[in-house]
């Protein structure tokens, strides 16, 4: 029988004496993060980035919920969809990868029309943005004359440019009473649109969309958690149903829940959404033990280390955006920019 060699897929990069040398610095300050025997796999791959991200001025920025060779190795600017669409503006870059889900790409774009904004999997979408066009918001301001349209940032760019003003999780009830409206659209996730119902007197009204991460929670979830962890702290995402969030401690943003950790260290603590968010603040939070939940959401694991490279190598995929709709979205992002 004759001998066979194995040789390396035509993109995969080698852990080699000299990858190992020059990532051994960074190895020390992620080592928290990430273990020995991950690192082998991820540094060929952060060795080659941060060649890439010098060679292009390009910076990588990254959601709470990418994973943790993304979120501690190579990002420039980790945040929730508000913080990554406000300091994108500051970023002093040629190119900007978003290491997160379309929609996110297209705020980052619509805000640095002049910066080539790239997303590395074009298929990274969102349950959110999914669930309603341009051609549904015309209709429902046919419908709902006169009243208000605030859009959450998870959609197309066609259902921001039909919109008012944009929101986010981080500022939804803010933007909502901030129109001194009595009655107000919030679309198109019915369970923000209910939890931010719960905290206002403005009337909402909305649409039937859901994230499909985050929908699936259920209270009955939550009383089970608390008999097995009587002392556990509950942090939900308002994209979580509304009953889910009635039974948790705090609700709040991917970034709210993060600074709830680090602010006020509970013993205990159950994030009541994507479960990578919990991986990445774990060794920040030594202090805190973390009951796991695994929900991921399969949108944004579709970036990973190895595509990220590739993007930055063939300058893949550049987001650009309808001219037509470019200045009504953004006028509504930065609306909302305005009005935080
Ligand atoms: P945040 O704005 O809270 O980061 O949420 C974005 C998101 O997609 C949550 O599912
Ligand atoms: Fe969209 Fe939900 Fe994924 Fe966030 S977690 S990107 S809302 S599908």
């Known amino acids: 029988m004759s001998a066979s060699t194995v040789v390396p897929e035509k993109d995969e990069l080698l852990y080699t004496p000299d990858v190992a040398n020059r990532m051994a610095p960074v190895f020390d300050r992620v080592s928290s993060a990430i273990s020995e025997v991950e690192w082998p796999e991820f540094a060929p791959y952060v060795d080659r980035i941060m060649q890439l991200k010098q060679e292009r001025n390009a910076v990588i920025l990254a959601h709470n919920y990418q994973t943790r060779d993304i979120y501690h190795c190579v990002s420039d600017i980790v945040g929730d969809s508000l913080a990554l669409a406000q300091k994108a503006m500051e970023v002093d870059a040629d190119v900007i990868v978003m290491a997160g889900v379309h929609f ?3 705020t980052t774009k619509l805000l640095n029309p002049s910066k080539t904004v790239l997303i590395p999997d074009l298929r990274a979408g969102c349950s959110l943005a999914e669930s309603i066009t341009g051609a549904d918001v015309r209709q429902l301001r046919k419908t709902y004359p006169g009243v208000p349209i605030v ?4 959609t197309s760019v066609e259902v921001k440019a039909e919109s008012d003003i944009c929101c986010t999780s981080a500022n939804a009830t803010r933007i909502v009473e901030s129109l001194g409206a009595d009655k107000v659209l919030l679309i198109p996730d019915q369970y923000l649109a209910k939890n931010v119902a719960a905290e206002t007197d403005v009337e909402i009204l909305t649409w039937a969309g859901a994230c ?12 089970q958690l608390r008999k097995a962890h009587p002392d556990v702290t509950v942090l939900a995402h308002p994209e979580c149903p509304p009953e889910v969030v009635e039974q948790s401690d705090f609700s709040g943003s991917t970034a709210a829940l993060i600074n709830y950790v680090s602010d006020r260290k509970p013993e205990e603590v159950a994030l009541i959404t994507e479960c990578s968010m919990g991986e990445n603040i774990a060794s920040h939070n030594p202090e805190t033990k973390f009951i796991r939940s695994c929900s991921l959401c399969p949108h944004m694991q579709r970036i990973n280390l190895m595509n990220i490279c590739q993007s930055l190598e063939g300058m ?10 470019a200045d009504r979205a953004r006028l509504a992002v930065q609306r909302m920019l ?3």
């Open 104 to 106: 996110m790409a297209e």
């Open 316 to 325: 893949t995929h550049e987001v650009t955006i309808d001219p037509a709709l």
């Open 212 to 223: 499909e991460v985050h929908e699936r929670f259920t209270a009955s979830q939550i009383i």
């Open 338 to 340: 305005d009005a935080s």
């Open 151 to 154: 859009t959450y940032v998870n």
